[in-house]
Structures are given as C-alpha cells and as structure tokens.
C-alpha cells in the first residue's frame, strides 16, 4: 500500500480519470451569444406605456416610434413626413412590417 493520503479532492490513484479520459467530453458547451438581429427585434417589441390622447395604453417600442413619427410630422417636420412616407412605401413593398424598420435602417439619407 503507497503512503499517499487520501481524502476529499484527492482520490486513490487507481480511481482517477485515466489520461485522454474525460467525464463528460461533450461538456456544457460555449454560451450561446445572441445575434445583433436579435437584440434589436428583443429591444423594439419591449411594451412601453404611453399616453394617447390623454389616455395610457401599452405599445410596443416599435409603434411609438413610428407614432412618435408621425405626430412629429403633423407638426411640420419634412424630415419625419419624408421618413412616414418612405416607411409607407416600404410597408407596401415588403408586406411584412417586421422588416420595415431593418430597410428603414439601411437608407442612410434619414435621420
């Protein structure tokens, strides 16, 4: 019999992992990152309590944006009406409202 002491965090020699064995080689994996499609989509479909009309109603981020842009552009703004009418004609373009502010995205000539 060796000498060696064992104990707690040091097992007999003859029941250790053998070399190139591992308990669980599959282990738990990397963790999973989130793609930036993803955050954005997570970030515009949060609720967000807003007033309308001197009442308040859950929106999605998403509306009050386009809300926000459209009171602005009742106001005045050419910048909001021209951004309302190209969200317009992406709207019927694409048929997908999802995808609108990802095209609203790539024009660089807004906002």
Same mark, same amino acid.
């Given at each position: 019999?060796?000498? =060696?002491?064992?104990?707690? *965090?040091?097992?007999?020699?003859?029941?250790?992992?053998?070399?190139?064995?591992? *308990?669980?080689?599959?282990?738990?994996?990397?963790?999973?990152?989130?793609?930036?499609?993803?955050?954005?989509?997570?970030?515009?479909?949060?609720?967000?309590?807003?007033?309308?009309?001197?009442?308040?109603?859950?929106?999605?981020?998403? =509306? *009050?944006?386009?809300?926000?842009?459209?009171?602005?552009?009742?106001?005045?703004?050419?910048?909001?009406?021209?951004?309302?009418?190209?969200?317009?004609?992406?709207?019927? *373009?694409?048929?997908?409202?999802?995808?609108?502010?990802?095209?609203?995205?790539?024009?660089?000539?807004?906002?």
């Amino acid at each position: 019999m060796t000498d =060696e002491k064992t104990c707690y *965090a040091n097992p007999p020699r003859d029941t250790r992992f053998k070399p190139g064995n591992r *308990a669980n080689p599959l282990g738990r994996g990397a963790k999973k990152r989130d793609k930036h499609s993803d955050v954005v989509k997570r970030l515009l479909h949060t609720f967000e309590t807003v007033s309308v009309g001197g009442k308040k109603t859950k929106v999605t981020r998403l =509306e *009050a944006i386009v809300q926000r842009i459209g009171d602005d552009a009742l106001r005045g703004n050419l910048e909001s009406a021209r951004a309302l009418l190209r969200l317009r004609k992406c709207s019927i *373009a694409t048929n997908d409202f999802q995808r609108i502010i990802f095209l609203y995205s790539e024009m660089d000539d807004l906002i």
